[in-house]
């Protein structure tokens, strides 16, 4: 085990003797947590990100799957297409055209029973991904040790805008008992609003819609408003304007107060 330079997350290795990938894990603060980081690598943003979910009670873990540890910039982003492809990840997580169980969603089950095995997490753990790999995390709806999933902004099926490649068929993420919650900018150019629409017409809920802050797309990503569709164990989040990355570049400060709100909601102990 070796420590990361921001010495909170600590790096572990976990391997399914098929896959092996390092997880770097935060401070034991409650419930487990797995928020898996974007197309661009394992970045400072999603570390900051981490590290308001775990001011909120939770222990964070955050594989490093594809890209560079606290890369930036376009570089970060070449570093994590070619990872992304050069590894194989796409294709062993099935996010683009297969539904059956791959490589890729049995190490991310392997790593949800590893953070379930070092924290306390008596609701089941939460899983979040974002943009390409929103539908990763979202693979693992049909675990029964999850109990929270959150995809945002999921560019991925790319040639199934409606579809999220769950293991087994979407119809599973109206089965599950899990907690599901997605996200979205509105004018988002790169994720489909179609996938998000579907979540709703999967779980056959009739959402509560409330809004919060102002719905000016002129304003900075941060300051923007949301609308939130709300269902029993179900959650929709708009966020104003045009952007894409709802909760790490383009972070949306209400839209993050929703998702710990959230995983509070279905993980905490009540």
Known sequence: MTSSRRMEFESHPVSTGEISHDVYLGPVRGPGVLLIHELAGLTENTFE?????TAAGFTVAVPHLFGRVRGEGTGAMASGIAGLLGRCIAREMSVFFREQPRKGTNWLQAAV??????????????????CATGSFAMATVVDPAVGVVIGSQAASPAFRPAGWSVPGGDQAIGRSEAAVMVLRFRDDRKSAKARVEQIPVLRGKTPVIRHEGPDDPSLPHCARGI??????????????GSGHSVLNFDRVDLAVDEVVSFLTQYLRTP
């Open 227 to 240: 609308e939130v569709w709300d269902a029993d164990r179900m959650r929709v989040v708009w966020a104003s």
């Open 113 to 130: 029973s590893w953070l379930g095995e070092n924290t306390e997490s008596p609701r089941g753990v939460g899983v979040i991904g974002m």
């Open 49 to 53: 990100l981490a590290e308001t979910i």
